[in-house]
């Protein structure tokens, strides 16, 4: 499917006489792509975890994350491009030892940084690993198989993102904490194996090697642009010179990529092949996706820990059993799209998850986990059409804009839309939280002007409070000491539980947005059902 090189700068290895199995090489870019989503949600679900057995404090430990992602951040484009030299086997099988080693040694660390250095090793060894799935999938498949590799990706993602959560709580219920690591170790062998034995050598094209400069310079930037998003809510965003100098140096280094680009272009890309509007209107659909994903990724957990008191047990297990219907409905939504529109299916997956967030904007702070069970049903199968329709969606606007024509034009492609899933991935998280701190803050500050002292309503629930308190005080005003604190803590949780339902809101008119900005996508001219007759 992609275009043959003219020529080979040097005869393959020996070893590259091994017969290869396509299918058993998808399956290894598939086992890459979920260690990799895995591997980073098991670090951010188990900091807490982490920081409990080693003692790293709040600050040091929110980095382990920024690392990993950092890290993933700058390989995760920067080797859609390498591919076209090197081809996913030389890049894989390093890249996965590298990832085994890293993940084992973690948790052995002597240290913090010992350990930071380590997460950020692994991050760019497993940055490869996402990166190249789909690449691979469409060069590998034959045509009429590819919309049920569009589905096997989109339950690979989708089914590990569900399940993390529960994974990470039974680790450290009964095994150790260390296999927040150690997971990725166990799983990276198989599959190297995967790899080995399913994905040929790649000839490289004739020609002197480009420069990669540019690319250094624009990965390195948006790394750091990824880190002060990702930790500006934490330090007070522009009010911390941490985060200014981290984006004011991301701006640079993009900057100077850019002019790089001007002043000596790079054969391995091709801009111009993205100045279309359906690709940019499909592109945002990641993003929108990824945004909407928030729901079960960040609100509803946030909801049931800080509200509700959950465990992390009790977090995995309220958000796991979702999993396997989404695993279910990936494979009828393929079927679908066959004899329908990869569109029409987002259109649908867009629309069932906004109703399903709008539903989720009445919940109160006496929802738990029960309540949320039918509409996590729905958002799974609203989640499963938009992930299968917006990846099919945006695979026949690269064959039909011919992405496959040219190594330049398929990374070009391939490399934008990466950049949109991860790079905008974090834009989201990033406004979400600030949302939810902004509207706290609103709700509570008029939540406090009707909870005044000498107010009657806010007399009678303290005598109330301290009333029932009093058999278990020492004395009266310890009583009453411990009903305000419990007071001003339920005011928190209503204004909590208020701020969560603001963002619910905001996906909602989000997706609608999006939904709108779809009307102005040209007709496509490729179907699945037309691909399916081909070999």
């Given at each position: 499917m992609t275009a043959p090189a003219k020529g080979t700068e040097t005869a393959p290895p020996a070893s590259a006489q091994i017969t290869t199995n396509p299918y058993i090489g998808i399956l290894g870019v598939f086992l890459g792509a979920g260690l990799a989503t895995l591997n980073s949600r098991l670090l951010s679900v188990g900091l807490a975890d982490l920081r409990g057995a080693t003692g790293f404090g709040f600050d040091e430990a929110s980095w382990l994350p920024t690392a990993l992602n950092m890290a993933m951040m700058f390989s995760g484009v920067f080797v859609v491009f390498v591919n076209t030299r090197l081809g996913p086997r030389r890049i894989l099988l390093p890249a996965a030892g590298v990832f085994l080693v890293a993940s084992a040694l973690a948790p052995l660390a002597p240290g913090y940084?010992?350990?930071?250095?380590?997460?950020?090793?692994?991050?760019?060894a497993s940055g490869t690993f996402y990166s190249l799935t789909m690449t691979f999938v469409l060069t590998a498949?034959?045509?009429?198989?590819?919309?049920?590799?569009?589905?096997?990706?989109?339950?690979?993602?989708?089914?590990?993102?569900?399940?993390a959560s529960a994974v990470e709580a039974w680790y450290v219920?009964?095994?150790?904490?260390?296999?927040?690591?150690?997971?990725?170790?166990?799983?990276a062998p198989l599959m190297m194996i995967c790899v080995y034995f399913g994905i040929p050598w790649h000839n490289r094209p004739e020609g002197p090697s480009p420069s990669w400069r540019g690319f250094a310079y624009f990965s390195f930037g948006l790394s750091l642009l990824y880190a002060a998003m990702d930790q500006g809510e934490r330090l007070d965003w522009f009010h911390s010179g941490t985060i200014v100098a981290m984006s004011v140096a991301g701006v640079f280094l993009v900057a100077a990529a850019g002019v790089r680009r001007l002043l000596d272009p790079n054969p391995t890309v091709n801009l111009a092949f993205l100045n279309k509007r359906n690709i940019i209107i499909i592109a945002l659909s990641i993003f929108v996706f990824k945004f909407e994903h928030l729901a079960t990724v960040?609100?509803?957990p946030n909801f049931l820990s800080s509200i509700k008191q959950y465990r992390p047990l009790e977090v995995g297990h309220a958000l796991a059993w979702v999993a396997l219907p989404m695993f279910a409905v990936v494979w009828l939504v393929a079927f679908t799209i066959i004899y329908t529109n990869s569109r029409l299916i987002l259109t649908a997956g867009l629309t069932i998850a906004a109703v399903c967030c709008w539903l989720c904007a009445h919940l109160d702070s006496s929802w738990s986990g029960k309540n949320f069970s039918l509409l996590e049903l729905a958002l799974a199968c609203g989640f499963a059409c938009t992930y299968v329709g917006l990846v099919s969606s945006i695979v026949l606007e690269g064959l039909e804009a011919g992405a496959l024509g040219s190594f330049a034009n398929m990374a070009?492609?391939?490399?934008?839309?990466?950049?949109?899933?991860?790079?905008?991935?974090?834009?989201?998280?990033?406004?979400?939280?600030?949302?939810?701190?902004?509207?706290?803050?609103?709700?509570?500050?008029?939540?406090g002007l009707h909870v005044q002292a000498g107010d009657w309503l806010t007399d009678e629930r303290l005598r109330m409070l301290t009333g029932g308190l009093l058999p278990g005080s020492a004395g009266y005003d310890e009583a009453q000491a411990r009903a305000v604190g419990i007071l001003s803590q339920q005011v928190r949780g209503q204004a909590y539980t208020m701020a969560i339902a603001d963002a619910f809101i905001l996906i909602a008119w989000m997706v609608v947005a999006y939904l709108l900005l779809m009307v102005f996508l040209r007709p496509g001219k490729l179907n699945y059902k037309a691909l399916k007759s081909m070999p």
């Open positions: 940084w010992g350990m930071l250095a380590l997460i950020a090793i692994a991050g760019l498949l034959p045509k009429r198989l590819i919309i049920f590799g569009i589905a096997a990706y989109a339950a690979d993602i989708v089914f590990v993102s569900n399940f219920d009964h095994l150790s904490w260390h296999w927040i690591f150690w997971n990725a170790a166990v799983f960040v609100l509803v070009t492609f391939s490399g934008f839309m990466h950049f949109v899933r991860i790079f905008g991935g974090q834009i989201g998280v990033a406004v979400m939280t600030r949302v939810i701190t902004v509207r706290e803050r609103f709700h509570s500050n008029l939540l």
